[in-house]
């Protein structure tokens, strides 16, 4: 195409070659790395690092001094907050290369990390999970947990619109106080929505 249709701001640097979707916005001072991968509709804040060969859903917002790095992969519709980190070794030492040791962390669809959050490599988060704040989180974490604390524990489940769930129906359901749609504990540990599919994003407001 002979116009691109997305924005790169011109204090950015984006590398060749790369892929960056229809109606992205990269804003002041971003790096965005050779082979990375960003979807349609994303906004990428100040000071916003991604890594070679990062993949970045659609519709992602990357507030603040966020680095991305190698072995991160963001699904679509994901918020990342102010400075959250995410590391990609487990044990990094400055005089040993461990290029080879990136651990492969999945930040799946829907799921909102809050500033200052630290997200420890090889951790699968689930869908539409909320990481609070400066929370530290260390393994895998299952769809629609609140995350809290240092280390992070599950304190509550949160409603894909973004909702602590306490309210419940007469069949014991939880209800999000939003969008009414019903949530169920299928086992221990596991949410499931009863009234939207799992892999779908929300209806168009």
Not at 144 to 162: D, F
Request: hydrophobic share 35%; charged share 20%.
């Amino acid at each position: 195409m002979s116009e691109r249709e997305y924005f790169v701001h011109p204090s950015a640097y984006v590398d060749e070659p790369c892929e960056i979707g229809k109606g992205t916005k990269i804003w002041h001072f971003c790096h965005v790395s050779s082979n990375a991968r960003i979807g349609e509709r994303c906004i990428l804040g100040q000071n916003v690092f991604v890594a070679n060969d990062v993949k970045i859903g659609n519709n992602c917002k990357i507030q603040n001094n966020v680095s991305v790095y190698t072995g991160v992969e963001l699904e679509d519709d994901v918020f990342c907050g102010p400075s959250c980190v995410f590391t990609n070794v487990i044990n990094p030492r400055s005089q040993i290369i461990r290029h080879s040791q990136y651990q492969h962390t999945l930040i799946k669809r829907g799921v909102s990390i809050g500033a200052n959050a630290t997200i420890v490599c090889g951790a699968t988060i689930g869908r539409y999970a909320f990481i609070g704040a400066g929370a530290l989180v260390r393994g895998d974490v299952p769809d629609y947990a609140l995350m809290l604390g240092v280390p992070a524990v599950r304190k509550a489940w949160m409603s894909r619109h973004g909702h602590r769930l306490v309210k419940e129906d007469a069949e014991g359901n939880l209800v999000c106080p939003e969008s009414g749609w019903r949530y169920k504990e299928v086992e221990a540990g596991v949410l499931r929505c009863l009234d939207w599919p799992e892999d779908q994003p929300l209806p168009a407001a």
